[in-house]
Structures are given as structure tokens and as C-alpha cells.
């Protein structure tokens, strides 16, 4: 390869797909000097899914911001950020909000749960992704990245001596190095044989989805008049679920000011237990409703604004997700469900601890497949905590006792987690060591990080493990709720006042005061490796 080629036209790297993945890894490496190219087959604005976010997301997007001196990502770390910087479109999530229903009977207005997000420390958002994603990808373009939108790559070749890419108009294009962040349709899963088949996850389910108007909020519904949460239904994520899957409600319509009418709504089920039928999307989701109308209340009124979506099973994974001279992120490199919100969360985490690396390799020219080893090892930590989440959810909507213990492991797997990394901003904040934050990837159990990682590690094997056995039918789900609730009480790391082990305790919020007694409790009681993240 000449010089004039390497100089002008060879880039350190290459990013496949324009998403949130995409746009946030080339605007992070265009502002630290490094010459990249982001290619995607489609256009600005459009519509994705993925429109959630949870505090742990959020803490990530600062982390981000600071790490690598893009003030313009912050934003995206609030709802009144979102709403003023970029998206006026999107909503505000203030919990994650769960309704128990088994058809045939009525909703039983004990069979609830939710999650609280403290507003007193911050607001989430539902994202109107068109607007997020193109803010993003004109972000990386500001800071000097290369776009090329419409252009779809029909062959890769990779080696030691870098990247080549080659479009379906002819077009090649050079780089030192390949992320692939496109999605299920991976050019480089494709091209070197990466997708895990069969795919190792337990997990089972497909999905149906839109945006809507004319959505009423749940609150309104004659079932809900006997619930006593703590915070309004519509003011969050809502998750109808029931045997065999669950249903979102995602509003963008739920604050003051609002200028959108749009609501996103999805019916992911088990395929297994809802068998995909010669149906359209449409008539299976009007066809479910009748089954649950007490979930219909919320679409008297309502209507599609968009196609309705239907997919076939959505898990898939990867073999490994790094390679000579590329590596697969996002939902390139795999899928397990939208339960909880964790997609964007696995994007930002591997963004972050990608990002770094590919800059260092920029100045030094070590592009080794050893230096990008622990994106593999992450990723993969993270398909199977979330895989392992999901996967026992779906087994507890069989009976609520075993949903309701089973919810306490995620809120652990979610606050925790969350704690730690927000010790970890405040000392970078303190002291600008990127130490700090590399000492993060030094975790047993990636995805999940140190000091609390392998307790809370744990205690998710564990309920998986009982799950598996109630879906073979060896442990009754009575018994194994009691038994995953005793392990919740045992975990040692889990702040006592959280009380996450009380049955009867079904709707967590985080106030002030709470706060303030699980602070006295990490100071005073916590295990000694545990006491830092309460310091």
C-alpha cells in the first residue's frame, strides 16, 4: 500500500451502523484525535428502538463525557439535558413499573412492583431515538469524523496489515482497525463466521412493536384504581407481564410540555408459548388484548402511527466479539431481550472501555488482537447477566410469588452496580486518574464490577439455577421464591435498609431519608470491602 493511500486515505478506524453505539464511539474518538470513518447503510433520521434508560446508563454517559472530554454526550445523562440540548421529542421515565395479570382473572392490586428512580438525584427518559441518533452521529462529524450514510458494505478483509471495505458501488475504503456496531445483520459476523449457533442462551422470546397515539395511561384504567405505588404508572416504563412474556408501555407524552403524542408499545412473548402464527403483527397484538382486557383499557383509543414490527426469536451471540484487527459491539455482537432496559447500558459500558484502547492503539500502533481481549470477556460477561435476568424473569411470570422474589435479584444486579460506578465518577471527578476508572475492567465477573460483583454474581446463579429447576418441574415456584428471597436476605452486600429481601416490600423508592439510613448502614455495618462505596 502506497503512502499517499495510507496518509490520505487510510483511517485508524472504521465504524460499521450511525446508532447510538456508532455515533457515541466516533464523536468520543474524532475529539481525541483520532482519524475515523463511520459508514451505514441507511439515513438520519429513523426510527429505532432501545428507548429506555436507567440510572446505570446514565451514570456511563457522564463517565464518558468527562473521561474523553465530550461535553456534548452529558446531556444525554438527564431528562431536562435531553429535553433541552437535544431531544424536546423524548419522555421522562421516573420508574420502572410492573403489573402482574393472569388471564382470565382479575389483576390483583397486590400483584405489582416498582422501582422508584430517586427525583430528588435525577430523572430518566424514554429517548425519541431519530432525534438521539442523529445527534449523535452529527456530533462525531462535528469533531471531525467522516460520515458515510447510504452506503452499504458487501465484503471485509482483515489482516495484520489492517482493514479493507469494500462497498456495493465499488468503493473501498482503508483503516487500521474495524468496529462493527451494526446490528444482528453483522457484516463481520457474517463474513467470519461468528454467530454462536446455537445461540447458548436460555432464553426464549420474539416481539411486536410500534409507536402509537391515543395511548391511555394506565393510572386512568379502572384496574389500577386499587394500586397504591408510590409513583404514577405513566410516569415511567410500563411493563404488563404475565406468563409467557410481557408487554411495554413507553410514553413520550408524560411531562409538562410535552410536544409529543407518541407512545412505544411492544409485546415480546416466548415463541414457545406463543407459537408465531399467519397473523400480522397488528392482528396479534388486537388478538392478545382480547385475552387480557384489563390490558386493553390502555387501547380503547389507540392507533399505530408506524408499520407494526414482528420479529422471530431475537436471541443470538457470538463466538467471540473481538478479532485480528475488528471487533463486533452492540447489538452486533448479541441479543437477549428489552426487558430492563439493559441494551443501551451494554452499548455505553463497552463504548467506554473500547474507546481508550482504540485511542492508545492510534499513537502507539499496537493493534493487536491481545490489547481489545477484555472487550470479548465483557461483552460476553454481560450477554449471560442479562441472559441469566431475563431468562428466570420469564420462568417467574409463571407465578407471581416467583416473579416478586426474582425482581428483588434485579434490583440488585441494578443498584449495586449503579453505586459503584457512581464512586468511581465522583473520585475521577476528584482527581482526573483514568486509573480509577481502568481499575473498573480488574472485576472477576465481567459486567459485573468489583467491590460487590461476586456477591451479587452469585446470588443471580443461584436463582437462575432454581429456575431452571422450576421449568423442569423438580422445585415447586412457591418454594423456590422463598428460597431466592433467604439468599437476597444473606447477600451481605446488599444494603440492609433496602430491605430487598421482604416479600411484602414490592415497591422500592429510593428517598432521602432511605438513603440516608442505607449511607449510616455502609459507614457503620457494610463489609469492610463494600464500606467505599459509601464513603
Known amino acids: 500500500m502506497d503512502n499517499e493511500l495510507r496518509d490520505d486515505k487510510r483511517y485508524d478506524v472504521a465504524i460499521?451502523?450511525?446508532g447510538m453505539a456508532g455515533g457515541t464511539l466516533a464523536a468520543v474518538l474524532a475529539r481525541n484525535g483520532v482519524k475515523v470513518l463511520v459508514i451505514d447503510a441507511g439515513v438520519h433520521p429513523r426510527f429505532a428502538v432501545g428507548e429506555s434508560t436507567i440510572p446505570y446508563t446514565s451514570t456511563m454517559t457522564k463517565v464518558i463525557a468527562e473521561r474523553y472530554q465530550v461535553p456534548e454526550i452529558a446531556p444525554l445523562a438527564s431528562f431536562r439535558g435531553i429535553q433541552d440540548k437535544i431531544s424536546p421529542m423524548s419522555g421522562r421515565k421516573q420508574n420502572f413499573g410492573f403489573v402482574y395479570h393472569r388471564e382470565g382473572k382479575p389483576q390483583d392490586p397486590e400483584q405489582i412492583n416498582q422501582l422508584v428512580i430517586p427525583?430528588?438525584?435525577?430523572?430518566?427518559?424514554?429517548?425519541?431515538r431519530q432525534d438521539t441518533d442523529a445527534y449523535l452521529f452529527n456530533l462525531a462529524v462535528s469533531y471531525g469524523a467522516e460520515g458515510r450514510l447510504a452506503t452499504r458494505i458487501q465484503d471485509i478483509d482483515a489482516g495484520a496489515d489492517g482493514v479493507v471495505l469494500r462497498s456495493d458501488r465499488g468503493e473501498e475504503?482503508?483503516?487500521?482497525y474495524l468496529v462493527d456496531g451494526s446490528g444482528f445483520r453483522s457484516p463481520v459476523a457474517e463474513k467470519f463466521g461468528l454467530r454462536e449457533e446455537p445461540t447458548r442462551a436460555r432464553h426464549h422470546s420474539r416481539t411486536l412493536f410500534t409507536h402509537m397515539v391515543g395511548v391511555t395511561p394506565f393510572d386512568d384504567a379502572e384496574a389500577a384504581a386499587a394500586h397504591k405505588q408510590p409513583s404514577p404508572w405513566h410516569n415511567g416504563t410500563l411493563h404488563h407481564v404475565f406468563e409467557g412474556g410481557w408487554l411495554w408501555v413507553i410514553p413520550f407524552d408524560n411531562h409538562e410540555g410535552a410536544l409529543s403524542t407518541l407512545c412505544s408499545v411492544g409485546l415480546t412473548v416466548d415463541e414457545r408459548v406463543f407459537p408465531k402464527s399467519d397473523q400480522s403483527p397488528q392482528e396479534e397484538f388486537e388478538a392478545f388484548l382480547a385475552r387480557f382486557p384489563q390490558i386493553a383499557e390502555q387501547f380503547t383509543d389507540a392507533r399505530a402511527v408506524r408499520p407494526w414490527v414482528g420479529t422471530g426469536r431475537l436471541q443470538y451471540s457470538a463466538t467471540r466479539t473481538v478479532g485480528e484487527r475488528y471487533c463486533l459491539t452492540a447489538h452486533a455482537a448479541g441479543f437477549i431481550d428489552a426487558l430492563y432496559s439493559r441494551g443501551l447500558t451494554n452499548t455505553f459500558e463497552v463504548v467506554n472501555s473500547l474507546a481508550w484502547r482504540l485511542i492508545e492503539a492510534s499513537r502507539d500502533g499496537d493493534w493487536s488482537t491481545e490489547r481489545f481481549a477484555y472487550i470479548?470477556?465483557?461483552?460476553?460477561?454481560?450477554?449471560?447477566?442479562?441472559?441469566?435476568?431475563v431468562y428466570s424473569s420469564f420462568v417467574g411470570f409463571r407465578d407471581y410469588e416467583l416473579w416478586n422474589a426474582v425482581s428483588r435479584v434485579w434490583k440488585a444486579t441494578s443498584i449495586m452496580p449503579t453505586m459503584t460506578l457512581e464512586r468511581a465518577y465522583r473520585a475521577f471527578l476528584e482527581n482526573r486518574d483514568d486509573q480509577v476508572l481502568r481499575d473498573l475492567e480488574k472485576?472477576?465477573?465481567p459486567g459485573l464490577a468489583a467491590p460487590?460483583?461476586?456477591?451479587?454474581?452469585?446470588?443471580?446463579?443461584?436463582?437462575?439455577?432454581?429456575?431452571?429447576?422450576?421449568?423442569?418441574?423438580?422445585?415447586?415456584s412457591g418454594q423456590a421464591a422463598q428460597e431466592i428471597l433467604a439468599r437476597v436476605r444473606e447477600t451481605e452486600v446488599l444494603p440492609a435498609p433496602f430491605e430487598l429481601g421482604a416479600s411484602d416490600n414490592r415497591c422500592f423508592e429510593a428517598t432521602p431519608e432511605?438513603?440516608?439510613?442505607?449511607?449510616?448502614?455502609g459507614r457503620n455495618e457494610a463489609p469492610e470491602r463494600i464500606k467505599s462505596l459509601f464513603g
Open 443 to 445: 472485576s472477576e465477573t
Open 173 to 176: 475504503f482503508h483503516a487500521e
Open 514 to 521: 432511605l438513603m440516608q439510613r442505607a449511607l449510616e448502614w
Open 376 to 389: 470479548d470477556s465483557l461483552q460476553q460477561g454481560l450477554y449471560d447477566v442479562h441472559d441469566d435476568l
Open 16 to 18: 460499521l451502523g450511525a
Open 452 to 476: 460487590a460483583g461476586r456477591d451479587i454474581s452469585q446470588l443471580l446463579t443461584f436463582t437462575r439455577e432454581l429456575c431452571q429447576q422450576v421449568e423442569a418441574g423438580t422445585v415447586p
Open 119 to 128: 427525583e430528588w438525584q435525577r430523572t430518566e427518559s424514554h429517548l425519541f
